[in-house]
């Protein structure tokens, strides 16, 4: 079975002269364990179909299916949870909570989820992101690439499905930029997760296992590499 399954989605904004169709019947499907870059100029409608991926941007038709659920078909409730529980959604600007620590701003989805910190994973991922020694700083006594490793142990607490990334090295310079992208790499190949980054950085694209080039909120282009030995 297909992992996450996208069909026939289309996204349409405003009405008569203002109408935008963001995404323009879009199907595709991804496999468990996939790495995917999506890549397109500005406004083809690369993070509406990554929010529409994460349950977080409701489609105007056509259906997302994540292991075989109907991510839309679920009530406000089920949904809040899916986004919580099965999707790590990642930003440029890391949308971090100024009055928390860097543990409390990791943990902070599994508390929401009244849930008990697993420590063995809020350790792991300390050291993973190489934050061990910074666990009790606020965002603003952190560089900027630090932040970005917050906002990313955050979206991985929870051990998501899939890793979810708009544009995660946009705000960073390049040395950060790579920092950022090996860690997700190294995440999802450690928990076998999902990943898809929207970027606009051709060598972070290249690194992918499929490219997918979207213009008009259509899919241009869908490449995979080889397989590599
Ligand atoms: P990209 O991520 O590739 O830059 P977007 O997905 O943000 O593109 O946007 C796709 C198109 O949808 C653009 O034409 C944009 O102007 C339009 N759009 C996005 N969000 C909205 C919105 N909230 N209201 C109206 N139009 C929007």
């Given at each position: 079975?297909?992992f996450?399954?996208?069909?026939?989605?289309?996204?349409?904004?405003?009405?008569?002269?203002?109408?935008?169709?963001?995404?323009?019947?879009?199907?595709?499907?991804?496999e468990k364990g996939e790495f995917?870059?999506?890549?397109?100029?500005?406004?083809?409608?690369?993070?509406?179909?990554?929010?529409?991926?994460?349950?977080?941007?409701?489609?105007?038709?056509?259906?997302?299916?994540?292991?075989?659920?109907?991510?839309?078909?679920?009530?406000?409730?089920?949904?809040?949870?899916?986004?919580?529980?099965?999707?790590?959604?990642?930003?440029?600007?890391?949308?971090?909570?100024?009055?928390?620590?860097?543990?409390?701003?990791?943990?902070?989805?599994?508390?929401?989820?009244?849930?008990?910190?697993?420590?063995?994973?809020?350790?792991?991922?300390?050291?993973?992101?190489?934050?061990?020694?910074?666990?009790?700083?606020?965002?603003?006594?952190?560089?900027?690439?630090?932040?970005?490793?917050?906002?990313?142990?955050?979206?991985l607490?929870?051990a998501p499905a899939v890793m979810?990334?708009?544009?995660?090295?946009?705000?960073?310079?390049?040395?950060?930029?790579?920092?950022?992208?090996?860690?997700?790499k190294q995440s999802h190949e450690k928990y076998r997760q999902t990943l898809?980054?929207?970027?606009?950085?051709?060598?972070?694209?290249?690194?992918?296992d499929?490219?997918?080039?979207?213009?008009?909120?259509?899919?241009?282009?869908?490449?995979?590499?080889?397989?590599?030995?």
């Amino acid at each position: 079975m297909n992992f996450l399954q996208v069909n026939d989605l289309c996204k349409i904004y405003g009405a008569g002269e203002n109408r935008v169709a963001a995404l323009d019947h879009v199907s595709l499907t991804i496999e468990k364990g996939e790495f995917v870059s999506i890549i397109g100029s500005s406004g083809s409608g690369k993070s509406t179909l990554l929010h529409a991926l994460a349950g977080v941007d409701r489609p105007t038709s056509g259906q997302v299916l994540l292991d075989g659920q109907d991510v839309y078909a679920q009530n406000p409730e089920q949904l809040a949870i899916f986004r919580r529980r099965q999707v790590g959604l990642i930003y440029q600007f890391h949308n971090l909570i100024p009055t928390l620590d860097v543990v409390e701003n990791i943990t902070l989805p599994v508390l929401l989820d009244h849930r008990r910190v697993n420590r063995q994973r809020l350790e792991e991922l300390l050291d993973l992101l190489g934050l061990a020694e910074r666990r009790t700083h606020l965002p603003n006594q952190l560089s900027g690439g630090q932040q970005q490793r917050v906002a990313i142990g955050r979206a991985l607490m929870n051990a998501p499905a899939v890793m979810l990334a708009d544009e995660p090295t946009g705000a960073l310079d390049s040395r950060n930029g790579q920092e950022i992208i090996r860690l997700l790499k190294q995440s999802h190949e450690k928990y076998r997760q999902t990943l898809i980054i929207v970027t606009h950085d051709e060598s972070i694209a290249l690194q992918a296992d499929r490219i997918i080039t979207i213009a008009d909120g259509k899919i241009a282009r869908d490449v995979r590499r080889a397989a590599r030995v």
